[in-house]
T-cell receptor
Framework: DAGVIQSPRHEVTEMGQEVTLRCKPISGHNSLFWYRQTMMRGLELLIYFNNNVPIDDSGMPEDRFSAKMPNASFSTLKIQPSEPRDSAVYFC???????????FGSGTRLTVV | AQKVTQAQTEISVVEKEDVTLDCVYETRDTTYYLFWYKQPPSGELVFLIRRNSFDEQNEISGRYSWNFQKSTSSFNFTITASQVVDSAVYFCALQKAPMDSNYQLIWGAGTKLIIKP
């Protein structure tokens, strides 16, 4: 298995632009998580899905952030409009059954200038 | 409330020394799961171990060992004969038994481990 695949690995964008981060979970995994990691706040859970349904999006910072999971093999995290404070590493993780540990993707390093 | 505390922000040891990373958790649940993850300088997060609350046996995997003690709510991680490649940030995490599809992990702040050659 190729693991959790995230794209792009790096993204540099100008303030105000729309950013879309993509994630392909491990085949067969039914839970998907989006995390953000910064030096100041550490690992923050933004949203997670179970069987493609959003379960808890209370970690999404504000309305500028949105996430979708149209099918079991794909999810997106969109920021519109982006701001410099959104600069962080965004991780996607997937799990089967939820309590077997997550498998993380390599992350997307987002820089908003 | 659930909480995970990794009191050691940073640890620095010389290669071949043994080192223990502390993890103390708080939960009122009787069924829960504990995890350790490693984040090397390259940035990815790597799953190391999962332990459920009913299994207090210590776990050993090569140079890594884990000591789970419910009496002190601790799940400590020891690296024996440390190597430079062990340098990373290590996270401890807690998960309650999933209910209503709630699979969230509660993360500790992480311990940065530096192994000097």
């Amino acid at each position: 298995d190729a693991g959790v695949i995230q794209s792009p690995r790096h993204e540099v964008t100008e303030m105000g632009q729309e950013v879309t981060l993509r994630c392909k979970p491990i085949s067969g995994h039914n839970s998907l998580f989006w995390y953000r990691q910064t030096m100041m706040r550490g690992l923050e859970l933004l949203i997670y899905f179970n069987n493609n349904v959003p379960i808890d999006d209370s970690g999404m910072p504000e309305d500028r952030f949105s996430a979708k999971m149209p099918n079991a093999s794909f999810s997106t995290l969109k920021i519109q409009p982006s701001e410099p404070r959104d600069s962080a590493v965004y991780f996607c993780a997937s799990s089967f059954g939820g309590n077997n540990g997550y498998t993380f993707g390599s992350g997307t390093r987002l820089t908003v200038v | 409330a659930q909480k995970v505390t990794q009191a050691q922000t940073e640890i620095s040891v010389v290669e071949k020394e043994d080192v223990t990373l502390d993890c103390v958790y708080e939960t009122r649940d009787t069924t829960y799961y504990l995890f350790w993850y490693k984040q090397p300088p390259s940035g990815e997060l790597v799953f190391l171990i999962r332990r459920n609350s009913f299994d207090e046996q210590n776990e050993i995997s090569g140079r890594y060992s884990w000591n789970f003690q419910k009496s002190t709510s601790s799940f400590n991680f020891t690296i024996t004969a440390s190597q430079v490649v062990d340098s990373a940030v290590y996270f401890c995490a807690l998960q309650k038994a999933p209910m209503d599809s709630n699979y969230q992990l509660i993360w500790g702040a992480g311990t940065k481990l530096i192994i000097k050659p």
